[in-house]
């Protein structure tokens, strides 16, 4: 026999999103909130994350990231919030039924009132990328490393390369450095470090490491161990430059270069996804294009800091608890928010709620390139109504900005609000 | 003569540009800070830059080979490499909690090292 259950809300991945998400809904009253988990414990990606810097924004103090993790672990554990772990989830239809397995209860069906994905994201991949050369050991992910180096205690190499510099890869060569390996070199493809400034300080300045802007890795050398790689300069148009190649011997090279939300379950529900954000298009309470499936974290974008990955989990839990409760209403109209000059994208998609408290609705957006004295407009048919100043933005740094309901108020008929990122004296 | 510097804050992830006038280890100004932590970190940064040290230490007996720990203060930048050549050779028998003290007094600086999450004991 199959085991069916029924629960009001099932939370797909325990990581900061999950976790965040079904306490704010057991908070908001909803008793039968189950938390459904692969790895064998809660936490997410946090527990790998063992540097400092995270929880400034969320718990005004500065936290590693099992220290975080640990916050939302004892919160969910004191609530009594139901989890299962070691649980894979293969399915979710639209009529939001979840199929998942694990060893003690075997396969089930789970039928929920409303769902929340929070599936996390996962890395690219050399394939993905398509570098040239052999297929050697010791060329892997730099999230599959940081696992490796700080939870199961295994020493990758002494020599290492680091393509890419998103900050997972900035924090690695840290990391590596530290255990005593000699980090030769982060390489970036563009004219723009991929993480947050104070991991190039803290991470690559502190220690000395280059950071090799324009650079890529053109070839892949080794039999069963990698043995080099060629690095070369590329030009603006990222072309490779012949006659820049150059040689590194090294035993490890750790790929930073980019993160992808996990849609598969979502796409397999039916959930629309938007081509930039590569996770599902929602509304303000991040809610998808199929009712009552929201989704929050790092399947919905890739964040930067967790802290925000936590207050948009907040928000989602908040509305799928009023979804169940059936306090959850749409206007008729849509406002959709476009992503304008320099903007790559703006989460949420579109509001569409009916929310007579709201003062203020926070929009997450990235830059398409690095801008200084920045000027965010948020427009209505081309007429401004609202900027705010920012000294610089960077598309490694996620801007988070407060929409006052006061102005949308004002004003009828909004179909469209358009942001914008001007750099001053520039139109 | 008085020197410049422009400093990103680590403070925090927000990473504020500071600039730093200062002549020798006299500070004359700090601008660009969008908080007080910001003009402490520029301020150790010119005198003698310090860090937390995030790093792991051996388990004994432990569900996971090792536990994730950091130094309860910012040590000198200086000491990081000393430091981890001290901590490898500690090792910890399981259980472990959070917030529990591994070393004490590490390179008599009067910091402690502390675990950064709970390791359960391997069930026999």
Known sequence: MMLKLKRDLVVIGGGPAGMA???????????????????????????????????????????????YAQRYIDLIARKS???????????????????????????????????????????????????PGTRPAGVLTAGTAQRF????????????????????????????????????????????TGGLTRNVVQCLEDYDIPLLLNHTVTNVKGENRIESVII?????????????????????????????????????????????????????????????IFACGNVLHVHDLVDYVTEEAVITGYWAARFIKD???????????KAGKNVNYVVPQYLDLVDHDRKKTPLYMRVSKPLTNVDIKISLKGNTLLTFKQDYARPGEMININLPEKILNEEE??????????????H | ???????????????????????????????????????????????????????????????????????TKAISLELVDQAMR???????????????????NLLDTGIDVVATRRIFAKER
Do not use: W
């Open chain 2, 86 to 104: 001290e901590i490898s050779r500690v090792k910890v028998e399981a259980p472990i909690e959070t917030g529990q003290i591994l070393y004490q």
């Open chain 1, 327 to 337: 306090k959850y209403q749409k206007n008729s109209e849509r406002r959709q928010i």
């Open chain 1, 81 to 131: 919030i139901e989890v299962k772990l070691d649980t894979m989830v293969l399915d979710i239809t639209v009529d939001k039924k979840i199929y998942a397995m694990n060893s003690k209860d075997g396969f089930m069906e789970i039928e929920a009132t409303a769902i929340v994905l929070a599936m996390g994201c996962r890395e690219r991949t050399a394939g993905a990328i398509g570098i």
């Open chain 2, 1 to 71: 003569m008085s020197e410049s510097k422009v400093l990103t804050c680590v403070s925090c992830p927000k990473g504020c540009e500071i600039k730093v006038e200062f002549e020798d280890e006299k500070i004359i100004e700090i601008i660009g800070n969008s908080c007080p932590q910001g003009e402490d970190y520029a301020r150790e940064e010119i005198i003698s830059p310090v860090r937390i040290l995030p790093t792991t230490v051996k388990v004994i007996n432990g569900i996971l080979p090792i536990v994730p720990v950091k130094t």
């Open chain 1, 413 to 426: 008929n909004i179909e469209e609000i358009t942001i914008d990122i001007i750099e001053k004296g520039v």
């Open chain 1, 232 to 292: 070369s300069e590329v030009d603006e148009k990222l072309k490779v430059i012949p006659g820049t190649e150059k040689e590194f011997s090294c035993d490890t090279l750790l790929l930073s270069v980019g993160l992808i939300p996990e849609n598969e379950l979502s796409k397999k529900a039916g959930v629309k996804l938007d081509q930039r954000t590569k996770g599902p298009i929602v509304n303000e309470g991040r809610e998808t294009s199929i009712s009552g």
């Open chain 1, 149 to 192: 180096t700080n939870i199961e205690g295994f020493v990758l190499g002494k020599e290492v390369v680091i393509l890419g510099s998103g900050d997972i890869g900035l924090i690695m060569a840290r990391r590596m450095r530290l255990e005593g390996a000699n980090v030769k070199a982060v390489v970036e493809l563009l004219p723009y």
């Open chain 1, 21 to 67: 998400a079904a306490d704010k809904a057991y908070d908001e009253g909803i008793e039968e909130v189950l938390i459904l988990e692969r790895d064998f414990e809660l936490g997410g990606i946090l527990p790998q994350c063992i540097h400092n810097g995270f929880g400034l924004h969320h718990f005004k103090e500065e936290l590693t990231g099992p220290e």
